[in-house]
């Protein structure tokens, strides 16, 4: 198929040399999708139907065979070899059993190793004698080392899994699941799924998939270029609200940050926003030749009334107002017997007289500037914070220095999300057709409007753990943060099997749930392998350092990657001491490879990332790191939950009562 695609000659079917530059371009990323990737096999499925899909179910009819791959293969007479996992006849890979047949006989399963065919396993679905047996290839799968940035899971997606995967483009889905239960997966292989169903519908509208930090983005960029889809955008919240006008250079107090990011700060700005407008008490003359055309101020005031109660975006009525004006005079012109036309009415509002009177009562508003204002004015605040926010959150959210201008101000991230939601106001955000959003719980209504515009006329998939909120403003529950996203209809789904975390250290974190987010359900492990688990204290405070490297070195010993996890506070006295002891370490962005496996990660950066041995230093600092206890206990939950195979906690601090023996 490549060599197919390099050998045609465009030089004939091409008009001109823009179609051609197309055309080539198109050329190029079709090799670029056919690349051969020597680790990555091209089929891993084989399903065999009783019957012709699609065809009368008769007795003795033909059956049918086909090979799963991550992409269609076809032979030189275009014949299919491999069906793309996607299409409907690949569906019962995943979803079949053998209390839902669908229809097929025999269900295989191949196994690789370093991408040669080593292993395959049968599953006679329709063999009434033959028991269910779970899948050794799915449990080798998960075993299986991780070194590198995370991998596509598209040969063991499991059935409750593949219901989200391919759930269709009209809705949103929230994922709700403990850590390991796959939700970025899902969400990964969902948008490749969507891109192959709805591709051209997609390709117009665009994907973005958004998540925490620049680290984590790059742990999971790889997923959906392994899946052949190269178009996909990422983005986290800051990036996405940053534009060139305003960098973030300031950081609020958590309480300030709350506020801010609260819902109610939107009418806030929908009513300073719309204070700007002044209704008219002077009429407009417009001077055409020898005549003068008079709107009188209470028609003015009339038109400017109807755009309010139309409740368009500002910039939009303060481009529509000068049309409005010059309509009422083209009336005028009218009823005096003149017969003006569209270029006349285009000239009458691009007149001194029109263009002064809309400045005067519809203003352009400059969204940082409006922000500037409700942040450095107490009175402008005030005005239009009147019930809606309280004395103190008003003083919580006042600059105690005005900023002079837009470009000195030290905005914060959440203020970069309420000059988003003051452009929103001036302009329409442009939606896309589907959004991915990761570690949802972390959002902050402010946050979650900020992406819901970015999907407001697509569907988006929402993924989280409430248990792992780190904000002070995280999600309590997913019901409103769906609201403030703008999809209160969306389905909640639950994922429940871990994939990640061996069993013996869930339920060891999973201690902290009734103290962290009571009421959720703990994961259950589907790795054999017990882990291991181990929790040292060190009597000697001074040697916990000497401890925690020496955890590091016994880790390493074992095949895949370790991360060493502490209190961002303690990173910079345990990078000294790793690079005094000639131990070489990574940052969360960096990839892990066979020579380099181990990585330092603060704990405000572990969340969504995983390593084969985990070694966890000191939880108490992990846990009074943070602003309020159960903040600081969350956040110990995620750098408990990131281990593949083992766990080691050293501390010299006694531990949260909940982890005491
Ligand atoms: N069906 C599957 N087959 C094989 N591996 C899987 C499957 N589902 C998930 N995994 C693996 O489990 C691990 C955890 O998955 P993932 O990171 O998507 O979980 P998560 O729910 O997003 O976790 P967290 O809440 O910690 O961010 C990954 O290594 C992923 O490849």
Redesign the pocket.
């Known amino acids: 198929m490549r060599e197919d695609v390099q050998s045609l000659d465009i030089r004939d079917v091409t008009a001109n040399w823009v179609n051609a530059a197309v055309l080539e371009a198109q050329i190029e990323e079709r090799i670029k999708a056919l690349a051969d990737l020597s680790h990555t096999p091209l089929f891993f499925g084989r399903l065999d139907y009783l019957h012709v899909v699609g065809a009368d179910q008769a007795e003795g009819a033909e059956g049918e065979r086909f090979y799963i791959g991550r992409r269609h293969v076809h032979d030189a007479d275009g014949d299919p070899m491999v069906v793309d996992w996607r299409a409907p006849v690949s569906q019962p890979f995943y979803r079949a059993s053998k209390k839902d047949p669908h229809d097929v006989g025999l269900r295989r399963r191949f196994g690789y190793t370093a991408g040669e065919l080593t292993a395959y396993e049968d599953e006679h679905l329709s063999d009434p004698t033959e028991a269910a047996t779970t899948s050794k290839l ?1 449990q080798a ?2 075993e299986r080392p ?1 070194v590198g940035p ?2 596509d ?1 598209v040969a ?3 059935p409750e ?1 593949d219901e989200i995967v391919r759930s269709g483009l009209g809705g949103t889905v929230c994922v709700q ?11 990964l292989h969902r948008v490749a799924y969507l891109l192959y169903a709805h591709r051209e519908r997609l390709a117009r509208t665009g994907t973005l998939v958004i998540g925490p930090n620049a680290s984590f983005l790059h742990y999971i960029e790889q997923v959906l270029p392994a899946l052949g889809e190269l178009e996909v955008k990422q983005a986290t919240v800051e990036s996405l609200v940053t534009s060139a006008a305003v960098e973030v250079r300031g950081t609020d107090p958590a309480g300030t940050a709350v506020v801010k990011g609260d819902a109610r700060m939107a009418e806030v700005l929908r009513r300073a926003i719309r204070s700007h407008v002044t209704l008219p008490t002077e009429p407009v003359v417009v001077v055409r030749g020898s005549r003068r055309w008079r709107v009188p101020a209470y028609e003015l005031e009339e038109l400017v009334r109807q755009l309010l109660e139309r409740d368009m975006r500002y910039g939009a009525a303060h481009e529509a107002l000068p049309q409005r004006i010059a309509h009422a005079v083209l009336v005028r012109m009218e009823e005096a017997g003149e017969a003006p036309d569209d270029r006349v009415q285009d000239a009458v509002a691009r007149t001194p007289a029109v263009k002064a009177a809309v400045k005067a009562m519809w203003p352009p508003v400059d969204p940082a500037k409006l922000v500037l204002r409700l942040l450095s004015d107490a009175e402008f605040l005030a005005a239009h914070a009147e019930g809606l926010l309280t004395p103190e959150e008003q003083g919580a959210i006042l600059w105690a220095k005005p900023a002079r201008s837009v470009r000195a101000a030290k905005w914060s991230a959440a203020d970069a999300v309420l000059i988003d939601e003051a452009a929103d106001l001036v302009a329409r955000t442009h939606s896309l057709g589907h959004v991915v959003l ?2 949802a719980q972390d959002l902050s209504p402010m946050q979650y409007r900020a992406v819901g515009r970015r999907c407001s006329t697509g569907s988006a998939t929402v ?1 989280g ?1 409430l248990a ?1 909120g780190t904000t002070p403003w995280a999600t309590a529950s997913w019901a409103d943060a769906l609201r403030h996203l703008g999809k209160s209809d969306a389905v909640v789904e639950e ?1 429940t099997a871990g ?2 975390v061996p069993r013996e250290v869930i339920a060891y974190a999973s201690r902290l749930l009734p103290l962290i987010s009571p009421g959720l359900a703990e994961v259950e492990s589907v790795r054999e392998s017990p882990g291991s688990l181990s929790v040292r204290r060190v009597v000697d405070p001074l040697a916990l350092g000497a401890a925690v490297v020496a955890a590091c070195v016994e880790s390493l010993t074992h095949e895949g990657s370790t991360g060493l996890i502490a209190a961002d506070a303690r990173i910079p006295l345990l990078a000294g001491l790793l690079d005094a002891a000639g131990l070489p370490y990574l940052s969360p962005g960096e990839e892990t490879t066979a020579e380099a496996r181990l990585t330092l990660v603060p704990a405000s950066l572990a ?2 990332l ?1 390593y084969d041995y985990v070694v966890l230093d000191e939880p108490a600092a992990v846990v009074s790191g943070e602003p309020d206890e159960r903040t600081g206990l969350r956040r110990l939950y ?1 750098a408990l ?2 281990a ?1 195979s083992g766990l080691s906690v050293l501390h010299a601090t006694p531990l949260p009562p909940a982890l005491r023996a």
């Open positions: 799915l799968e998960i991780r995370m991998r899971i063991t997606i499991q899994q699941g403990g850590p390991g239960t796959g939700k970025t997966a899902v969400g990761d570690e993924l753990d792992q994922l994939f990640r969340k969504g995983e995620v939950t990131r593949v």
